[in-house]
């Protein structure tokens, strides 16, 4: 196969992956909505919420639902792969890669989450956040498949994007759960959850599990960080300039070493951390859409 | 009257102590880390000094006022301003002053034993009790053991620990960033960093008059430099024929150490810069240099060199200044260079491909007071045209030579030129060895679960087993459940 078929051949599978995803969504909104529209029996007592709520009948669907997500995630997988072979190289080299790359490692942290956590919920959120990623990539940043330029060609390119691309992935399903728990939260303060809110897991738990996922990646980050800095040392000759990339990458470090500090030393729980996960978020995905696009300094490699 | 100055001097000590309190505390640690976070925000929307200052001057000519406002609260330097170095400033002395006592408090504690079984053992977490048959203690001892749990034994109870690495990683973690932040000082008070432009052929020599820009840290001075030189013998780019994106720069350089080393061939690529110790030369960007003669109306040499262009695009559509002060009256050419000719509506003349197929030079000849003995320094790819006259316009290709009333000019050949960056930084092995443990400490830290599981065999019989984890972490219901299993296998 040649260079050019490999890159039809990729995006073939992303807008595969997108179709896939696409049916993932609608059978997750098809999940949620009616699930639990008809209450079964009277309520045992004991564990009420069970007795009261009828999941059977959308259990089909929801299975089906989390088989197109894994379907998903191997043709986008497959996809990402293809891109790297047209272009004989990591496929990290502008936006339109990132893009792809990142909804990937979302859609991978979801679904490693998955089997140890009961997140199929969150399967309606994480399909429409992969899809608008996928869409505004193939749409607006879509670049022809391309070498490196040579201020690219390192290992370290390797080592600190697939970090940091790892890491986004994971702060945006934690934030994805911190908004998760707002939301949630709220309608609690109002009163009852609503139906179909009843089977999503307690506050404690997301509180605890975007929480847990922070943890996890934080060291990652912090890695990821410390091998941009090593190869700006050598292509740049120093490995810190406060260039706008990596001002940014730093306060989004500070700010999730903030977010830790508040839980582990200061005891924050809840709104009040779910907030400032979300900030320390933000300024992640402003540092990848804003700086990326607008901004100014030597990271300028987002193709546009 | 000394009653009164002994109190007062008491309140002064103890504000002291209350201030000391308060910057130590963890919630001061937090409010400057957040402070920190959001401080940095600005320094990556406005222009800063240090990366782009032809921005910054640009906010000065369009609003003098506010940009000398923002200069005075140190908005186009914000990392170097006094209120970003309060922030860290404060912050590190409270690390410090967290960090310390903690460490010694650690010391003392990981040598120590667990503290003794609390009364009251219904009340943790997890909290399991059965009648006992009798060699559980035993079984427990040798399986906590086995588990590396630290244990403390006193009238039938059990108490024991694991986990230390915890607060370990913590404080190395931690300890770590007070070693970056003394890696990044070293580097801004020992350091030094150059520019120089070079064509290829021309030589190096590391002492302050061959730079074109120099900078140093407080505490460098010339004797710092690292005495070697490099002679520039060839550079090749390569660039994609589809894209004209670059594909590959090599510079081959012989470099020398030292004077009278032997010189040694040595290659020079963007990611993979030259080493003399702490010193680094580093290939930062490229250009061309048309090699060009001038003569006078006599037909003697008044100019002949290379002249480096400044690139202005991808193509390398360059702009440039050839100026001959010795010949009489003075003359200039302001002058573009493309390294393969195209036109372009609006721009005129371009470059369209950045290798040299189809080298152009193009030059409009001025004569009169070039104005280099004024004392204001000058831009080498401009000329200050306000007291001469143009008398011709021309272009040229390689081996043309063109003349007009007061000479002529002959456009030689051309070689690249190379603009190499030379930068010592001797804090940096410090700044890479405190990341390399702050990461071990986060690692260790954020990966231990640090809890105490106590067994205790009652007088009336009954085996209690219960278990604590330090902030909430998960895991500890699993393992007590397993211990559990494990006695009560034992029994059967
Ligand atoms: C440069 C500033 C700082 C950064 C980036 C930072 C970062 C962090 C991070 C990421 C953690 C969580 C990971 C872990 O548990 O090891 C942490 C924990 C902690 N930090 Fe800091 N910190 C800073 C300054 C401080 C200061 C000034 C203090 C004291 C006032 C402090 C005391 C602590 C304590 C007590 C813990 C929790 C230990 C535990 O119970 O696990 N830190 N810090």
Redesign the pocket.
């Known amino acids: 196969m040649t260079h050019s078929s490999w890159a039809y051949l990729s995006n073939y599978l992303i807008y595969s992956a997108m179709a896939v995803y696409t049916l993932a969504f609608f059978a997750h909104a098809y999940e949620t909505a009616w699930a639990v529209r008809a209450p079964e029996g009277p309520a045992v007592e004991g564990n009420l919420l069970v007795k009261t709520l009828d999941y059977s009948r959308t259990e089909r669907v929801a299975r089906i639902a989390t088989a197109f997500m894994i379907l998903g995630f191997l043709l986008l997988f497959a996809g990402v792969v293809a891109r790297g072979i047209s272009a004989g190289r990591v496929p990290w080299g502008n936006m339109y890669e990132f893009s792809i790359t990142g909804a990937l490692a979302f859609c991978g942290a979801y679904l490693v989450a998955l089997r140890k956590y009961d997140l199929r919920w969150l399967g309606l959120l994480v399909s429409t956040s992969v899809l608008l990623t996928l869409g505004t990539a193939i749409t607006v940043l879509y670049r022809p498949s391309a070498p490196l330029v040579p201020a690219l060609k390192s290992t370290w390119l390797v080592i600190h994007v697939s970090a940091a691309i790892v890491s986004g992935g994971v702060f945006l399903l934690a934030n994805t759960i911190a908004a998760a728990y707002l939301y949630l939260d709220s309608m609690e303060q109002k009163g009852e959850r609503k139906a179909w809110a009843k089977r999503l897991p307690s506050l404690e738990v997301l509180d605890q599990l975007s929480y847990r996922l922070v943890a996890f990646v934080?060291p990652l980050w912090t890695f990821a960080v410390i091998a941009g800095a090593i190869w700006a040392e050598h292509a740049w000759g120093r490995y810190w300039g406060w260039d706008p990339k990596e001002t940014w990458a730093f306060i989004t470090w500070?700010a999730y070493?903030a977010y830790?500090?508040a839980r582990?030393?200061v005891g924050w729980r809840g709104r009040k951390a779910a907030w400032l996960c979300l900030f320390a978020g933000s300024t992640f995905l402003f540092n990848y859409v804003y700086v990326n696009i607008w901004g100014t300094g030597k990271h300028t490699y987002s193709g546009l | 009257m000394t009653s009164q100055e002994e109190v007062t001097e008491i309140g002064g000590v103890s504000a002291l102590r209350f201030l000391w309190r308060q910057l130590?505390?963890?919630r001061t640690?937090l409010i400057l880390?957040l402070l920190l976070g959001v401080f940095a925000i600005p320094g990556s929307l406005i222009p800063q000094r240090t990366q782009n200052p032809m921005k910054v001057r640009e906010y000065f000519v369009n609003d003098p006022t506010l940009a000398t406002w923002m200069d005075r609260l140190s908005l186009f330097d914000v990392y170097g301003s006094p209120w970003f170095s309060a922030i860290y400033i404060l912050?590190f002395i409270?690390?410090i002053g967290?960090v310390l006592p903690r460490t010694v408090e650690h010391f003392k504690a990981s040598r120590a034993l667990p503290p003794l079984t609390p009364k009251y053992l219904e009340r943790m977490e997890f909290h399991q009790s059965w009648k006992a048959s009798g060699s559980e203690l035993e079984n427990a001892r040798s399986w906590l053991r086995k588990k590396r749990f630290r244990i403390q034994e006193s009238n039938g109870a059990l108490s024991t620990e694991k986990g230390y690495l915890?607060e370990t990683?913590?404080l190395f973690?931690?300890l770590a960033?007070i070693l970056i932040l003394i890696g990044v000082s070293l580097g801004a008070l020992f350091g030094m960093k150059g520019e120089a432009i070079l064509s290829v052929g021309e030589r190096f020599i590391n002492i302050p008059t061959t730079y074109d820009s120099l900078s140093y840290g407080k505490l460098f001075n010339d004797r710092s430099l690292s005495p070697f030189t490099l002679t520039i013998d060839d550079f090749q780019a390569k660039y994609d024929s589809l894209t004209n994106a670059p594909q590959d720069y090599t510079l081959t350089v012989t470099a020398t150490d030292k004077p009278g080393a032997t010189p040694v061939k040595r290659i020079i690529k963007v990611n993979s810069p030259l080493s003399f110790g702490a010193t680094n030369v580093y290939l930062q960007a490229n250009g061309f240099s048309p090699i060009v003669t001038v003569r006078n109306k006599a037909g003697d040499v008044v100019l002949q060199g290379a002249i480096p262009f400044l690139p202005q695009d991808a193509n390398l559509t360059s702009i440039g200044a050839i100026k001959v002060p010795d010949s009489d009256p003075q003359l200039g050419f302001v002058a573009s260079f493309v390294p393969t000719a195209g036109r372009d509506a609006v721009r005129g003349a371009i470059s369209v491909y950045p290798e040299a197929l189809d080298p152009k030079l193009l030059f409009s000849i001025w004569k009169g007071d070039l104005g280099l003995d004024r004392g204001t320094p000058q831009s080498v790819y401009r000329i200050d045209t306000s007291k001469m006259k143009q008398i011709g316009l021309n272009s040229l290709k390689i081996g043309e030579t063109f003349s007009f009333a007061e000479g002529s000019i002959t456009f030689d050949n051309l070689v690249p030129w190379v603009n190499l960056q030379v930068v010592r930084d001797p804090g940096k092995i410090y700044a890479l060895l405190g990341a390399i443990v702050a990461i071990l400490g986060?690692l260790g830290?954020?990966f231990t679960r640090r809890r105490r599981i106590w067994v205790r065999v009652n007088q009336n019989g009954t085996i209690e087993v219960a278990g604590l984890a330090k902030?909430a972490a998960p895991g500890l219901e699993k393992e007590i459940a397993e211990l559990v299993t494990h006695l009560q296998k034992e029994r059967t």
Do not use: P
């Open positions: 934080f500070v070493a830790l500090h582990v030393t | 130590t505390s963890m640690a880390l912050l409270s690390l967290c915890r990683g913590n973690f931690h960033l986060l830290s954020l902030n």
